[in-house]
């Protein structure tokens, strides 16, 4: 993804939760003292593969076989600790340090990589946490414009970032253990950031000429009117 292609929809999603983009750009400019250009062959083999981005839905854990069968595993948050407490190995975590810090801190000091989000809202996360993070195993991302080695491969939340992190670098076929846009058990806030998930997914299915299986059956009620798509 190029920053000319995100950049409309994220001027969207700013619009649509009254998000500051400067408050945004002030984080990734911390985040950017704070971290080195990161060297994407420490990234999973991601070119060709069949790739699984695990959410933390709670459906995850009836999900896991999905990821035990890809050559990737891409998790997002707490989708982590799930995997690996049932014994599936995570080959890259995304997050934006809201819920499991201490579970990234320990991913990048076993040298596994871990892609770190800055915006508006998580600045004393990336103070308190970003310099415990071993730094070669730290790509540090923003949704903002990319600057220095703070980089944007696209994606809002941490799940649907993680799917749009393993298209950038090549993926072969995505799946979606632990996915569910229509769940009860999360605060509205949380299912507008779903919300806009899913779109995303739609639009990066499009890009990709895939068919996503979890979107089948709700592709015709998705609001896709910020997305350039036909
Ligand atoms: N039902 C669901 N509840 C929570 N997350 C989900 C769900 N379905 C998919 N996901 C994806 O899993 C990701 C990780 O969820 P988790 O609740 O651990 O993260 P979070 O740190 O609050 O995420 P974010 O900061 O991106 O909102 C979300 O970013 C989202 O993309
Ligand atoms: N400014 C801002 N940006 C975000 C936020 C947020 O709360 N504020 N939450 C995200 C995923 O939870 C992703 N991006």
Redesign the pocket.
Known sequence: MRYSDWSPVYDA?LRD?G??RT??ERVRDRLATLTTSFDHDRLPLFEGAAVAVCGAAPSLADDLDLARRADVVVAASTAVDTCRDAGVAVDCMVT?L?KNPETAVELTREGTPVAV?A????RPLVEAYVPELVDEWTLPTT?AEPVGPVENVGG???GD?AAFLADHFGAGSLVFPGWTFDDPTVDA??RR?LAWAERLLYWLERRRDERFVVLDGRRDAIDTSALPVE
């Open positions: 999603i939760f998000y500051d408050g945004d934006d809201d989000h915006h508006g809202d998580n949704q809002f939340t941490d970032r806030e949380k950031k």
